[in-house]
Structures are given as C-alpha cells and as structure tokens.
C-alpha cells in the first residue's frame, strides 16, 4: 500500500482524471505557443506539427498505463525500485521530482511575466509568485479530493471562454493566412517540433492518477481522451491565431492570443476588454496546473521520506521560488523551456518504455494483494 496517505485514502473518477490530465496539458504555453510555431516554422504549415505532438503523447500515455497496470495499487514512486532495483529506481524518483520542480516553477514565472507585462507593470515579479506560491502549498494541503474538485469547478468555465474566443473572431479568420500547404515541405514541421515538447507535455499524470482511480482499468480511457482535448485546444487557438493574423504578424508578437482577444468587437461597446476575463480564467488554469506537478512533487517527497505531515506541503515552495526567480530575461525563459520540455521527453517518456520492456522481458507484475 502507498504511504502517502492522502494517495493511499482517496479515489478520484474517470471524468476527475480526464479533467485532471487536460488541465495539466493546456496550460502557460497557450499564450506564446503560436508565435514560438511561427517564429521556428515561418510558413503557414503551424499545425501539422502540433498534430504530429499529439499522435506520439498518446502512444506515451498507452505505454504509462500499461507499465501502471502491471502494478496495480502502486503509486509510480513505488513500482519503480520494483522493476530497476532500488538504488536505480530511486534515482529515477528523484528524477521525476526534479522535473516536475523544473515544470511548476517555469509555470509560475512565465505567469509572473505575463501578469507584470498585462496588468501589473510595477510589481516586482517575486511579489506575484510567493503569493501564487502560497496558495499552491495550501490547496495541497487539502490533498488529492481538493485539487480535483477545484479542476472540476473551473475546467468548464475555463473552456467556455476559450470557444467564445474562438466564436468572436471567426469573422477575422482568412482561409489564406493558413495556404499554402506543404510549402516547403516536412523541413519547417519537424523544426517546429524543438518548440512543442513543453507546450504537450502533461501526459504523465497518467502515471500518477492511474492506481490512484476508482477504476484504474478506465485510466486509458481518461488518458488519452483527456490529452487529446487539451491538444485539439492547442490546434484550434494556433491555427485560429495564425488564420486571422497571418506568420508574420503573430511572430513579431509578444502574447499573440491576447492580442487575438483583443480584436473582438460588441456592438454597443458592451464588454469591451474581453482579453480581461480571458486573463483571469487563464490565471486560475495556470494555478490548476502547477497544483498539479507540486502535488507530484509533494507525493514524490513523501514516498523517497516514508513520511507524510502537513510541512511537507510548504517545504518545497523555496526551492520553487528560488528556482522561479534565477532566469533574468525571456531569452533565460525560453532556454529553461527548452531544458525542460526535453528533459521531460526523457524522463516522461523514454525511461517509462525502458521500464515497461524490463517489467515484461523479466515478468515483474504484481497482483492487487502484492504478490508477484
């Protein structure tokens, strides 16, 4: 049995940890995402790279759930020692950790800067993340049942904004921003693939929600229909962005979807700013999301301890924070993006295939009364 007791105690739904591995996916990168395509692409061919990030994160997310399902009522913190030994398995853990540290906290300051840059132009940017921080241990602390029911809550509000920003500047879209096809060839799609990998990643939840389900066998299911809608989202506003701007407007831009809100229009002048209530129910999406990994963190820390109490919670925020606080320009941003979305592929990808081969090639399965 887990001894993370909030893991151990609590079972979310199939829909919670539908909810959950699509609000892990969409998330910071939405705001920049078409102008880094655009920037890496220079053509009109921005979503094709997008699609194929999306067909290799649900072959990711079908070898997590199998290499969990051998392992049922094991957290991934505790199956992995199982199936490299201890030592090899606990430097995988801290691997993991590590990455999920390095994720949150460049969750939290590229909020920091969008906020200072959007509507917050005098306050120092450490001032916005502790706060953030804060409210991040304290949701936490209410654990698993809390963080879900909060997705739950706020994951519809926040997709109903998304299409209506979709819906509002269909009268701008032009078919010819987005021709023509293929211009020039693969070349430009594959280049675009260097700026995806942070943008898609979030599919290993799965390995953390999946013995934690009230139906583990239906972790497929959540996976991948949950991966895909937060990916379908990332196409639809990179495709609509370019479509009513064109490249090379949306590669000059700093956030090109809030310029892209920006350009809806109310008869009347009613609800003029609307780009406001997509920055706040974006805001709250960003908190959802780094609740997540520092829930993967939390969970981490206390499975590699064997313990659990309520400072562990906190104790990781300063690390967070310090870590937030060391890039001192966009351009230090973007290269930890890029650090950390291939450092994901490794840890999040290519080591649970190495896993799940030497579980298979050496039989290491385990029934629910832990016997293998």
């Known amino acids: 049995m887990s001894n993370i007791p909030s893991m151990k105690q609590e079972k979310i739904s199939t829909l919670q940890a539908l909810f959950t591995v699509t609000s892990t996916v969409y998330a910071v990168g939405i705001v920049s995402l078409p102008r880094t395509i655009a920037e890496q692409t220079k053509t009109p061919d921005v979503w094709q790279g997008l699609l194929l990030a999306s067909l290799l994160g649900i072959g990711v997310i079908f070898i997590h759930v199998k290499l969990c399902q051998r392992f049922p009522g094991k957290t991934f913190y505790e199956f992995n020692p199982v199936i490299a030994g201890k030592f090899i398995g606990q430097i995988i853990n801290i691997a993991f950790i590590v990455y999920c540290t390095m994720i949150c906290s460049l969750v939290c300051r590229m909020m920091a800067e969008f906020l200072k840059g959007l509507a917050l132009e005098r306050t120092p940017i450490g001032m916005i993340i502790f706060p953030f921080l804060l409210l991040i241990g304290y949701l936490t602390w209410g654990g698993l049942h809390a963080m879900v029911r909060l997705i739950e809550l706020f994951f519809p509000l926040t997709l109903i904004v998304f299409l209506l920003l979709i819906v509002f500047n269909i009268n701008h879209f032009d078919i010819d921003n987005l021709r023509p096809v293929f211009h020039k060839g693969w070349g430009p799609i594959f280049q675009s693939l260097k700026v995806v990998p942070f943008s898609a990643m979030g599919f290993e939840s799965v390995l953390i929600l999946t013995n934690v389900m009230a139906n583990p066998q239906k972790a497929w299911k959540a996976g991948w229909i949950g991966y895909s809608i937060a990916m379908g989202l990332y196409l639809l506003m990179v495709t609509m962005v370019v479509g009513c701007m064109s490249v090379e407007e949306v590669s000059r831009l700093q956030w090109p979807v809030v310029s892209f809100a920006q350009q809806i229009e109310f008869p009347g002048a009613f609800l003029e700013r609307f780009e406001i209530l997509f920055i706040i129910l974006w805001t709250i999406k960003i908190f959802m999301t780094a609740s997540n990994y520092y829930f993967y963190i939390v969970a981490g820390i206390s499975q590699l301890t064997q313990k659990w109490n309520r400072y562990i ?27 950390t979305g291939y450092f994901g592929i490794i840890i999040c990808a290519a080591v649970p295939l190495v896993l799940l081969v030497i579980s298979m090639v050496f039989r290491r399965v385990e029934n629910l009364d832990g016997k293998q």
């Open 313 to 339: 919670c906190y104790l990781p925020l300063i690390l967070l924070f310090s870590l937030s606080m060391y890039p001192q320009s966009f351009i230090e941003i973007g290269n930890f993006d890029k650090i």
